[in-house]
């Protein structure tokens, strides 16, 4: 199994910016790829970002030239760095993996209990 836990949410004003801390524990995994999903009221939960382990990373376009995904394979973690919010930014943002692991040998998605996201106009 793995296990991801987010940091880094709150309230921010338009324009202001947020940054976005993900990391992964458990035992014997392997992770193919990190993400960053959003969820608001009412709405499905959308990709914002995604690091692949080999190739440039997606994004959604609503975020692009604003936000920025970072992953360290090494310590396998995943940051989103997050500028020029904007109010409809505002989501209950997700880590999001999906690997190996010795329990689960067939790829599989895990998942973040979620952070707030607040931007107020």
């Known amino acids: 199994q793995v296990q991801l836990v987010e940091s ?13 801390s993900c ?3 458990g035992s014997h995994f392997i992770i193919a790829s990190m993400a960053w ?4 009221p009412g709405k499905q939960r959308e990709m914002v970002a995604r690091a692949p ?3 440039n990373p997606d ?3 609503s975020v692009k030239g604003r936000f920025t995904i970072s992953r ?7 940051d ?6 904007r109010p409809e930014d505002t989501a209950v943002y997700y880590c999001a993996a999906t690997a190996r692991s010795r329990s689960r040998p067939s790829l599989s998605d895990y998942w973040g ?9």
């Open 59 to 61: 994004y959604a376009d």
């Open 113 to 121: 209990q979620g952070t707030q996201v607040t931007v107020s106009s």
């Open 53 to 55: 382990i080999a190739g």
């Open 72 to 78: 360290d394979s090494a310590k396998n973690a995943v």
């Open 80 to 85: 989103l760095q997050m500028t020029s919010l």
């Open 37 to 40: 999903y959003r969820q608001a």
């Open 23 to 25: 990391s992964a524990s």
């Open 8 to 20: 880094g949410g709150g309230s921010v004003q338009a324009g202001g910016s947020l940054r976005l």
